[in-house]
Nanobody, 115 residues
Framework: QVQLVESGGGLVQPGGSLRLSCAASGFTFGATSMYWVRQPPGKGLEWVSDIRPGGTIPRYADSVKGRFTISRDNAKNTLYLQMNNLKFEDTAVYYC????????RGQGTQVTVSS
């Protein structure tokens, strides 16, 4: 069955960095566009970034553009999100998803930006 397992979250100070990973299995990862979404405390899901199967044409929400970088390793069935210059407002549970309405996503990894 499809599994998406996020990791790499944690507590970081403003301006810090984290790298999230999403290990995928149960589907043809290399042929699937992948998405990072997040859910801030008390709010709904919001799209962060996505990437095509070949790793081309990454897209970013305006709020993270220039600070976050999405990438993928199709040989390892793994999706990444490098997050630099983190801000308080980046605090959220981060999920990877394999469909554009995010119905199939992992359990999430908590990112907390706090001083």
């Amino acid at each position: 069955q499809v599994q998406l397992v996020e990791s790499g979250g944690g507590l970081v100070q403003p301006g810090g960095s984290l790298r999230l990973s999403c290990a995928a299995s149960g589907f043809t990862f290399g042929a699937t566009s992948m998405y990072w979404v997040r859910q801030p405390p008390g709010k709904g899901l919001e799209w962060v970034s996505d990437i095509r199967p070949g790793g081309t044409i990454p897209r970013y929400a305006d709020s993270v553009k220039g600070r976050f970088t999405i990438s993928r390793d199709n040989a390892k069935n793994t999706l990444y999100l490098q997050m630099n210059n983190l801000k308080f407002e980046d605090t959220a549970v981060y999920y990877c998803a394999k469909d554009p309405i995010y119905t199939t996503r992992g359990q999430g990894t908590q990112v907390t930006v706090s001083s």
